[in-house]
């Protein structure tokens, strides 16, 4: 059984902060990465993590706003995101591998269902 649940998702304005949350079951994971797709676009890339936590990719978009960090005591992902703007608005998708990391979505072998960001302006 493995599970990928997100939360932390809401209705926030522009400058504000969110951070979500991303807790793995069923296995311990390698890679761990964040994504997301707006209405009517393709799903992209926002952050990957290794597993030991020294090793992170993000997206030109959100570098310097976003941090993505680990704890792999609790199997969990975090995204940290500052400085939201609307054009962050979207599902982000947690996502995990065990294997390697990354910001290919096809390395990932497990998807959560998503939380919606909603950015206000």
């Known amino acids: 059984q493995v599970q990928l649940v997100e939360s932390g998702g809401g209705f926030v304005q522009a400058g504000d902060s969110l951070t979500l949350s991303c807790a793995a079951s069923g296995r311990t994971f390698i890679g761990l990465g964040w994504f997301r797709q707006a209405p009517g676009k393709e799903r992209e890339f926002v952050a990957a993590?290794?597993?030991?936590?020294?090793?992170?990719n993000y997206a030109v978009s959100v570098k310097g706003r976003f941090t993505i960090s680990r704890d792999n005591a609790k199997n969990t992902v975090y995204l940290q995101m500052n400085n939201l703007k609307p054009e962050d608005t979207a599902v982000y998708y947690c996502?995990?591998?065990?294997?390697?990391?990354?910001?290919?979505?096809?390395?990932?072998?497990?998807w959560g269902q998503g939380t919606q960001v909603t950015v206000s302006s």
């Open positions: 996502a995990a591998t065990p294997r390697g990391w990354g910001s290919d979505d096809w390395i990932y072998d497990y």
């Open positions: 993590i290794s597993w030991s936590g020294g090793g992170t």
